[in-house]
């Protein structure tokens, strides 16, 4: 049965009324299992309308109070736990295992923001000036938004939502409209954790949705992440409509193989990191550069081997490996990729097209592909596939393998494997990348640090979670004071300055 969600709007489901929705695949069949509604305009600008009113008093908590609410809910999501992972798993294709991870990572910053007392804290100068003090305060914007991808429905939603929820902004999450469910299992656990209704609330759409948050003046900040195409245009439509804008987008992130690295564990690091998730992650490892030829021939071999006992299954199975992508269209695309790349010149050394798993004959599965001898210039390089798909760049020495990230137009992730510290720490001050892992392969930042990358992986100033996501939802006011006792008589006409 098809089945038909809605948005979450003052606290409650509500259904779509512009009549227009979109489908939401099971990928593990290829079949429509919802449908999602599309918000136009005026469903979008009420939502707008309610969560500024809700703000005023969710803004004027205090920030223990406030945090309270994110504790509770901390544990109404552990409770739930299992059936999130489910309906996450469901709708994305990740396995459940995954799932839970990415539940995991997304709860991490909701510990993290729980910690606003302390994190928002302003300064205080005592006698800045003869009986004058200075202080310094940390206020909510007030509505913010959130635009989040498919790849991860609940680890995105609550790295944007629980900085911005704990600072005392009211929240609009417009989630993927691919994998919905997840972020409406989320709206209703704040509200039992005690949010306002109002405060947390999801319009689910496409681009009528998203351009109506973009441009309306009572928006504050958009938090924005996805591919580096609709980043570029949601940060340069957001800054242009006097908007805060952090804008995180796609990637091409390579992992670098010194000769004496411990092969097994790089190709452990490779196969996890390069097809776990079926490569549809932001900081999965595509490109593998060993060092010198030797390097290079033995690691080929060992991960044409790995990957022969690689199992894809539906994301439901226990033992499988990784699952389906996400959607037809994902898939399609991928096997473009695979077909440039043998077209361009690389060595297909395995091929993951045409992949079936019984009983699952019409879902949107992809085998594993493996190229080496790829070289920058081709496509398979150059571009994200977001797929099951590792390349390998052979690189003659370590200068040329530190030019391969360092160059490329995506700089969200790197890592390098290596026993040698001084090249790892060259290595980590020299590449032009965001985030650098030194023998981890997904150098994903934990919660209380911030998570961010360069070049056109991101747009904008602040990164995410971390230190970075309370100054990004926060706006700093400066409180100059002085009692009757300090003020001298008389009116002063030249600026005041300390003497
Ligand atoms: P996407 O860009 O297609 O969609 C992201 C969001 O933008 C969705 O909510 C979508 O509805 C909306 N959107 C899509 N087209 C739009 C348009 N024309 N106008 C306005 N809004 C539009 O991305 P996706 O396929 O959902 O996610 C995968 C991408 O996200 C990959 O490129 C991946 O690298 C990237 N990603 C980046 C990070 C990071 O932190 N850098 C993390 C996760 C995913």
New binding site residues.
Partial sequence: MVSELTHFVQGEKVHGRSGVFGDVYDPNTGRVQARVPLADRTETEQIITDAERAQVEWGSWSPQRRARVLLRFLQLVEDERANIAKALSAEHGKTVADAHGDLQRGLEVVEFAAGVPHLSKGEFTDNAGTGIDVHSLRQPLGVVAG??????PAM?PLWKAAPALACGNAFVL?????DPSVPLMLAELFVEAGLPPGVFNVVN???EA??TL?TDPRIAAIG????????Q??YSTATAHGKRAQC????KNHMIVMPDADLDQVTDALIGAGYGSAG????AVSVAVPVGEETADALVAKLKDRIAGLRVGASDDPDADFGPL?SRE?LQRVDEYVASGVEEGADLVVDGRGHTVPGHEEGFFAGPSLFDRVTPDMRIHRE?I?GPVLSVVRAADYEEALRLPSEHEYG?GVAIFTRDGDTARDFSHRVNTGMVGVNVPIPVPIAYHN???WKR??FGDLN?HGPDSIRFYTRTKTVTSRWPSGVKEGAEFTIPVVR
């Fill in positions: 635009i989040t991808p498919f790849n991860f995105i417009k989630p993927s409209e691919r759409g496409g681009k998203v351009d973009l924005f992440v996805g591919s580096t195409p609709i980043a245009y949601v995180f987008g796609g990637a549809e992650r932001c900081m996400v994902a994200e977001f969200n998570f961010g990358g992986s991101g995410q």
